[in-house]
């Protein structure tokens, strides 16, 4: 049973940070890329942020300067450091594991409120 542990959620003042944490198995975690979607009430799901295994990044345009994916191969762990949060990143933040295509394996999500 692969699973993925999401922490680091949480109520934030706009212009403030947050860092989410996502743990998978080393076996997931060596060969997949992972990332993180974001969902806000009423809105469709929206790729945040994505690093493959060579350490490639991807950002959606409204994070792009304010957010850095990174991953600990010690920790099997992948993190997405959100600088200078605004009102419109409020959304619930789901972890993901895909090997080519879509998403395999999700974490539970955690909840990112920014507001003051």
């Known amino acids: 049973q692969v699973q993925l542990v999401e922490s680091g959620g949480g109520l934030v003042q706009p212009g403030g940070s947050l860092r989410l944490s996502c743990a998978t198995s080393?076996?997931?975690?060596?060969?997949?890329?992972m990332g993180w979607f974001r969902q806000a009430p009423g809105k469709e799901r929206e790729l945040v942020a994505r690093?493959?295994?060579?350490?490639?990044?991807y950002y959606t345009e409204s994070v792009k300067g304010r957010s850095t994916i990174s991953r600990d191969y010690a920790k099997n762990t992948v993190y997405l450091q959100m600088n200078r949060l605004k009102p419109e990143d409020t959304a619930v933040y789901s972890c993901?594991?895909?090997?080519?295509?879509?998403?395999?394996?999700w974490g539970q999500g955690t909840q990112v409120t920014v507001s003051s």
């Open positions: 993901y594991a895909a090997r080519l295509g879509p998403p395999e394996y």
């Open positions: 690093i493959n295994s060579g350490g490639s990044s």
């Open positions: 080393g076996s997931i975690f060596r060969f997949y890329t």
